[in-house]
């Protein structure tokens, strides 16, 4: 009897140990090429259901010239529609409901399009007011239940703006600083001083608003890690989230346009954007830093980060990283390269099939190639 039982214990403990292991593998990426749009310096990315039939849909778009959405449909077949033409932007874009009737729209700089509804439908342009912008992001600002925009740019500065009761009007702005090579994007919002309210963060700098409506800001420097010099100088993408569980706003942040790029997160270490403290998580790597997702890739509970491939990247091969959160407190990492040999810039991320874990999509600069990489966590179990 006490060798069946013996037996059946090391049994349990072979299972035990072999379940653990396979669900602490961390996932593979299967790589799908959606389309070439015969157009290269593709910007404006945003994942959301255009369409409404509850999965995630792409949006890309070029400077001053064309944007497209891409229908999923399934792993292996996209349709790619023409969203609009003559974008007033460089490459900055975002997606949100602009004229509140709970369709997505698309913002590209100084204009936006109106989601018809029906995919078949022209998606109508208008002109907002705003800057031709590196980056743009949304939030609401004001608290008033509806989206502010935030644009930048190196040549015109930083600035928010407020889209009033009649959005296919010139929208209000606000100017908040000097404008930068990006640095905003893709998530450079959120609460950095526990008031409240939303503030942004600009690169090495953060903006804090005020008054809670976003009409009068100030600026703290109080983040320094990104490179200060060159064509480049302060680029960077920025992500605000809580990084540590303690309830307070932290800062990821990569070096874009830069050959040999870092990545980081700053801990809030008061809470109030004041006292900072940087994690570093990987250098030398020798790519350009010019995507930054993150999210909780491998399902164990945590957040990790996407980047690299960029390219200004060093290396005669671009390579894109997964960096794993090992023991979930981001002082622990582990690098996995999930690309090789294609440029990545300014990927997104979210369960585009619905699965339940969270996917990537990305595109090059240099050529013309939109692809997918399907996490294949759930499907490998």
Known sequence: MKSFFFKLSLLLA?????????????PEFKYYELARTDQMMLGQSSLADLDEDGDLDLIVGTSGSTVWWFEYISAEKWEMHVLGDDALT??????????????????????????????????????NGAIFAYDNVHGDFNKDGTNELVAVSPQDGLYIYFLGSNPEKKWKKVKLGDGVPGGIAPNGIGDLDSDGDLDIVRSDVWYDNL??????????????????????????????????GDEDADVVQTESNNEDGRIVWHENKDGKGINWYTHPVASELNQDMHSLCVADFDNDG?????????????????????????????????????????????????????????????????????YFLRNMLIESR
């Not at 072999?18 to 961390?26: G, I, K, R």
């Not at 109080?222 to 540590?244: L, N, P």
């Not at 407190?329 to 969270?358: Q, S």
């Open 302 to 370: 945590d957040l990790d980060f996407f980047s690299g491939g960029g390219p200004l990247t060093s290396s005669l091969y671009k390579r894109s990283f997964i960096f794993e959160n090992l023991e979930g407190e981001g002082e622990k990492w582990e690098n996995h390269e999930i690309l090789f040999k294609i440029e990545c810039i300014d990927a997104v991320a979210g369960d585009v099939d619905g699965d339940g874990d969270i996917d990537i999509c990305g595109k090059t600069w240099k050529d013309d190639i939109v």
């Open 14 to 26: 072979i299972l035990t140990a072999a379940t653990l292991t396979s669900h602490s593998q961390f």
């Open 211 to 244: 008054n809670g409506d976003g009409s009068k800001w100030t600026v703290h420097r109080t983040i320094g890690f990104i490179e200060s010099q060159g064509e480049f100088a302060r680029s960077s993408r920025v992500y605000v989230v809580d990084m540590d």
């Open 90 to 127: 460089d490459k900055g874009g975002t997606a949100f409901d602009v004229d509140g009737d709970r369709k997505i729209d698309q913002v590209s700089g100084g204009c936006w399009y109106r989601n018809p509804g029906n995919k078949g439908d022209k998606w109508e342009r208008f002109e």
